[in-house]
């Protein structure tokens, strides 16, 4: 069983940064893929960015290339979501998940993960 837990969300203007962070507990963290979705008032939950068991691979929605950076410590247990130059479209709740099975590359056409954290509320004001 892993249990992850979010920080790092708030309130922040456009143009502003924020770094997401996501703690996991249990064992082999470095077993698992990593990511984030996110889901916006109203709307479908989304793929935001993935990354792989080691952190050699990166993988972005195409909304939040070149703006976010995905990556992880597996020293740490823990996985990190830099995010630069907001938006008003990026506010939404973001979602830690972690998967056993599924590589990284997969991520972007699945919601079906093995562990979700509680989410972490990103607020950006125009």
């Known amino acids: 069983q892993v249990e992850l837990v979010e920080s790092g969300g708030g309130l922040v203007q456009a143009g502003g940064t924020l770094r997401l962070s996501c703690a996991a507990s249990?064992?082999?963290?470095?077993?698992?893929?990593m990511g984030w979705f996110r889901q916006a008032p109203g709307k479908e939950y989304e793929f935001v960015s993935s990354i792989s068991r080691r952190g050699a691979n990166p993988y972005y929605a195409d909304f939040v290339k070149g703006r976010f950076t995905i990556s992880r410590d597996n020293a740490k247990n823990t996985v990190y979501l830099q995010m630069n130059s907001l938006k008003p479209e990026d506010t939404a709740v973001y979602y830690c998940?972690?998967?056993?099975?599924?590589?990284?590359?997969?991520?972007?056409?699945?919601?079906?993960?093995?562990?979700w954290g509680k989410g972490t509320l990103v607020t950006v004001s125009s």
């Open positions: 998940a972690a998967d056993w099975h599924m590589d990284a590359s997969e991520w972007f056409r699945n919601r079906d993960m093995s562990y």
């Open positions: 249990g064992p082999r963290f470095s077993s698992y893929s």
